[in-house]
């Protein structure tokens, strides 16, 4: 299978990232037949905005059915729910990918539900890309374009020819696919991902329990206060089933950067501080320049 023979793909949730995958495929390639299956009012702007062809709600059998590729962009504990009845109902010698922001628990259950015996295959996957906004509204053709996306799988599933296909999809709507495995990616995600948005949520939460009548300190905020905050309008309902999936991993790394803000504590007033602006200054280059 080539990535030009993938004529029917379903894709489970057409909010931002399914429907920015929609979107990409609309852009990138040609002669796709696109199935989305979501609430009826999301599904409905989805076809009516032309972003998919056909849209479905309830029960997952006419959605899935014929479907090559399926491309599940659903919360954690959703698609965690839906797998068994994905594997029972899917077409033969299908495809099945997630875009979930945890690996290891999907993994494990997959493995159980598509392993030996089964002709379908899945694939987990997470694209690194993303707004602080949800919803098909803000869904964009681009948002994969020059951002990694991670995929979990093993070396003979990696030349599945199923696989090549995909991977050929990733590489034409922008994409840069990068192979590890479930745990190493919670691991990485936890400290670059995951870290980040709760000590925003943190601060953020910390300056607005220090607000006071006049709007201060908030109201001296330049930019800079904004860039950094940036995550911090996630809503909740987007991260309850990433946090809870990666608790082990972020509970360490809460833990780890307790003591990096102790440190820095310590040697406020001290030029030692110097290393730490510096080396903050070098990943802040090294990130620029991925």
Not at 15 to 30: D, E, H, N, P, Q
Not at 109 to 133: I, K, Q, V, Y
Not at 274 to 285: Q, R, S, T, V
Request: glycine share 8%; with cysteine; aromatic share 6%.
């Amino acid at each position: 299978m080539t990535a030009h023979l993938v004529n029917r793909v379903t894709i489970l949730g057409t909010g931002l990232i399914g429907g920015s995958f929609a979107l990409a495929l609309r852009k990138y390639t040609t002669d796709i037949h696109i199935t989305g299956w979501d609430r009826p009012e999301v599904g409905s702007e989805a076809q009516s905005s032309g972003v998919i062809d056909a849209s479905f709600f309830g029960e997952l059998g006419p959605a899935l059915e014929d479907a090559d590729l399926v491309y599940i962009a659903l919360p954690i504990s959703a698609t965690l729910d839906l797998l068994p009845e994905i594997a029972r109902l899917v077409a033969p010698n299908a495809l099945i990918t997630d875009a979930c922001s945890t690996k290891v628990r999907i993994a494990e259950d997959a493995a159980d539900l598509f392993g030996e015996g089964s002709t379908n295959l899945f694939l987990g996957g997470h694209p690194m890309a993303g707004r602080e906004l949800s919803g098909i509204a803000h869904a964009d053709a681009d948002l994969f374009r020059n951002n990694t996306y991670a995929l979990i799988g093993t070396t003979s599933e990696q030349h599945d020819p199923r696989v090549s296909a995909f991977v050929k999809i990733l590489e034409k709507i922008g994409a840069r696919p990068l192979w590890l495995g479930a745990q190493q990616h919670d691991y990485a995600v936890g400290l670059a991902s995951h870290l980040p948005q709760l000590a925003a949520v943190a601060l953020a939460s910390f300056l607005y329990d220090h607000l006071d009548e006049n709007g201060l300190p908030i109201t001296l905020a330049g930019p800079g206060l904004r860039d950094t905050l940036r995550l911090a309008g996630s809503p909740y309902s987007t991260w309850r089933d990433i946090v809870l999936t990666n608790k082990e991993v972020l509970s360490a790394a809460l833990d780890l950067f307790a003591r990096r803000l102790d440190d820095l504590r310590e040697r406020i007033a001290s030029r030692d501080l110097e290393a730490d602006f510096d080396a903050a200054n070098e990943l802040y280059k090294l990130l620029r320049s991925l």
